[in-house]
């Protein structure tokens, strides 16, 4: 606290969750393993509808992609 949280000295931690089992579960190929043909929303088109595609389409647009305003996966029911 002393060095860092009073002096505003900015902090990286990291290796903290390398421990932990999502490290293990949640890597990319995992989760297009488990994912892959189940379908997101990656957004909206023009007219308000849902643009929707498979997870593992994502993933490889997700590990292509250079976009300036890229997809995302969105649950609509997230919250509820």
């Known amino acids: ?3 860092f949280e009073k002096a505003y000295r900015p902090l990286v931690v ?3 969750t390398d ?3 999502s490290a293990e579960c949640w890597t990319f190929d995992a989760l297009e393993r488990k994912f892959g043909d189940c379908k997101f929303r990656v957004g909206d ?3 308000g509808h849902d643009v929707k595609m498979k997870f593992r ?3 490889r647009y997700l590990r292509e992609q250079h976009d300036d305003s890229p997809l995302y996966v969105f ?3 997230f919250g509820d």
């Open 1 to 3: 606290v002393e060095r």
């Open 75 to 77: 649950d609509d029911d």
């Open 19 to 21: 421990h932990f089992a």
């Open 45 to 47: 088109d023009d007219e």
């Open 14 to 16: 990291s290796g903290f």
């Open 57 to 59: 389409f994502f993933m």
